[in-house]
């Protein structure tokens, strides 16, 4: 057990280096090109003209129904030759299949949270003949905002989860970091190691998006239902992500 713990305080500080540095970057980088895409496609799909939702909806369909491994070794291998331009490299495409994969996603979530804002909102916005963006801005985008963290938190979550892979990208993530110590040090104190760290920051973004979500709600005085009713839908879409990721998988 002594040994155990020793081997465990070794693989820690290693992975805790250039391993936890490039997950980090992949996450972050990752996470606000999800926000991003999440939200130009989702509010594409529910206030474009007809062309731009059908477009909308074909790039998320597109990205949902491929796999992020896939996509990873698309941007990374297949994209430089086809367009002649050099390689991405291994952060730029971390960052850009992770965000373009959970923002696809995302862009239901946001698509979901506008339709759940009461039409007489709308009706009330556009009876006052106020433009757009100052609708959008002033009135639908903060209830909106508030019901669509809660599917936000789980695709952050998610997307920590989904860093794992970016080593396939020659990245020389926590994953492949936690390849190179269990050599040294074994299996479980590796592993153990790793799972830690992931754990902790999924503990922290989902934390903080938490308080993000309890202000929102506070500032608008959502109600019980509308929060339940919110989280539902970003279950619904957490499962056919997890579903459609093993599929690709």
Known sequence: MTEFFSDLGTALPRLLGEGLRDTLLSFLGGAVLMVVVAV???????????????????VVEFFRGTSLVVQLFFLFYVLPNLTGLGSLGGTWTAILALGLNYGAYGAEVV????N??????WETATA????????MRRIIWPQAWALMLPGFNNLMV?????????????????TFESEQVRREVGTWPAFLAALLIYFVIAWVVSLALRGLEARAQRRLGLGDFEVRKARQDADKVMAGAAADDQDGR
Do not use: E
């Not at 006052?128 to 609708?135: N, V």
């Open 158 to 174: 998610m997307l920590v989860k989904g860093t794992a892979v970016v080593g396939l990208v020659l990245l020389n993530d926590l």
């Open 128 to 135: 006052l003949s106020m433009p757009w963006a100052t609708k």
């Open 40 to 58: 130009v496609l989702g509010v594409a799909m529910h206030q474009g003209p007809r062309w731009l939702r059908v477009v909308a909806r074909v």
């Open 116 to 121: 759940a804002v009461p039409a007489g909102q």
């Open 111 to 114: 698509r979901g949270s506008l």
